[in-house]
């Protein structure tokens, strides 16, 4: 299912959007596309001639998100990182900061994966696209020479996805208290370690 709809004017949508990532902040499922119209001052019928449907506006949000992130921007400085143990630094600071956003969000797409198959094709397409750009940087280390003995591209890509997914970023952060700074470094260093032939000498956890 696209999201992509042409009705209207592009102010009103953008502020519906911001409206839903308030309500979406603020309420999490409970969201309803009256409290995304009662926020944004448009009428419900506003809402779906923009978006749809609840789904729809989800995934726009989404890809919204993407763009007031300035997610590209992100991922090229990631690319640029001298070194590969920079190029891991960087990305995890990436989702750190990104994880933190898109949190509320996240939640929902996967909540509802498995009872939602709009919802569900649309995380796991966000997923997938997750995993590519793990896959491009793992290729960048073994192209140089970098990976660890032990590991093929596959297998690290795949490590170097799931342990950046937001679900061990939400326990760290948010169930064990882990500091922004501790997660980037200390997963940093265990990236580093793991997957690099030549690993930095680690600064001390704080």
Known sequence: MSSDRSYGDPETRRRILEATHEVVVERGSRLKLSDVAD?????????????????????????????SLHLGESLARVQDAPTNSELIERTMQLHASFSAAIDPIALILDAAQYEDEALGTAWRDRLRFRHQVHRDLIERIADE?????????????????????????????????????????????????????????PNSPT
């Open 39 to 67: 926020r944004a001052d448009v009428s419900r019928q506003a809402v779906y001639l923009h978006f749809g449907d609840r789904t729809q506006l989800l995934v726009a949000l989404v890809q919204h998100m993407d763009e």
């Open 145 to 201: 020479g970098s990976l660890a003995d032990g590991w093929t591209p596959d297998t690290a890509a795949d490590v170097f996805y799931a342990i950046t997914l937001p679900g061990p970023w939400r326990e760290l952060t948010q169930e064990l208290g882990w500091t922004s700074d501790q997660y980037v470094l200390l997963m940093t260093t265990v990236l580093q370690r793991a997957l690099l032939a030549d690993p930095p000498v």
